[in-house]
């Protein structure tokens, strides 16, 4: 398994410049992404992520449900390999 301990930096990072989501704006300390499918107009994903020094594993769960991932343990390979 990959490491399921990240930054909220880290994750941001990944989704933004590998997983095509847009940095909409940061409210307090966390950041507020969205990802609109080119072809399809009712795949639209919302995403806030806590700009933490570490997130907890539910959190992280969270963030990849939000952020359509099938696989947790998948979804923190594909950050592993892309940070």
């Not at 990240?6 to 992404?33: C, I, P, W």
């Not at 806030?48 to 969270?62: A, C, F, K, M, N």
Request: charged fraction near 35%; hydrophobic fraction near 35%; include cysteine.
């Amino acid at each position: 398994m990959g490491r399921s301990t990240f930054s909220g930096y880290d994750v941001v990072k990944v989704l933004v410049n590998a997983g095509d989501f847009e940095y909409r704006r940061a409210a307090g300390d966390h950041a507020q992404l969205a990802y609109d499918h080119p072809t399809n107009p009712d795949d639209r994903r919302r995403v806030t992520v806590p700009l933490h020094d570490e997130l907890s594993t539910g959190t992280l769960r969270d963030i990849a449900d939000d952020a359509g991932a099938k696989d947790f343990e998948a979804f923190c390979e594909w950050v592993d390999r892309n940070r």
